[in-house]
């Protein structure tokens, strides 16, 4: 069975809020900038920063590329149910999901469907192979739905931040 992670063991100050807005814009903008922005020191900023990292609050820093240029041209969104909701059989789908790089967000959810997924493929062919390799040859899947992005009208991962 696979354990969530557990939760951040931080809780958030005005300042901690307001350094997690702006580097969710940009982890690249210099710590001294940073600083300037929320009126503390770029060593304070560094420390919190490090100490979010450490507790959990920030759970990497990655990049955002853009899918056409690396010629990944479909987007979908695939609706999948499972046969059963037995946490084997949701424990075994999640490890799979989580492994195949095509799937770039999965989600467990309720509502009469069982996995919500985001899946960048470069083209229709390879697309399919995706679907038969995760959706129809698995025996845990009961049936998939999927959906073609026709346009990424608004993509990224900041959170809202009060």
Do not use: H, W
Request: aromatic residues 4%.
């Amino acid at each position: 069975m696979t354990k969530k992670p557990p939760a951040p063991s931080r809780s958030l100050d005005p300042f901690d809020r307001a350094i997690l807005r702006i580097i969710q814009k940009d982890n690249k903008m210099p710590q001294r900038q940073i600083a300037e922005k929320v009126n503390l020191s770029a060593a304070a900023v560094q420390r919190r920063i490090a100490a979010m990292e450490k507790s959990g609050v920030i759970t990497r820093n990655s990049a955002t590329v853009e899918a056409r240029a690396v010629q990944m041209g479909i987007t979908s969104i695939v609706e999948v149910m499972l046969t059963d909701e037995r946490i084997q059989t949701v424990d075994t789908a999640k490890a799979l999901f989580r492994a195949a790089p095509e799937v770039q967000q999965c989600y467990y959810v309720t509502g009469g469907v069982s996995f919500m997924l985001i899946i960048v493929s470069q083209d229709m062919t390879t697309y399919e192979e995706t679907t038969r390799r995760l959706f129809a040859q698995n025996e845990a899947v009961a049936s998939y739905r999927s959906l073609i992005a026709l346009d990424r009208v608004k993509t990224g991962s900041e959170i809202l931040i009060p």
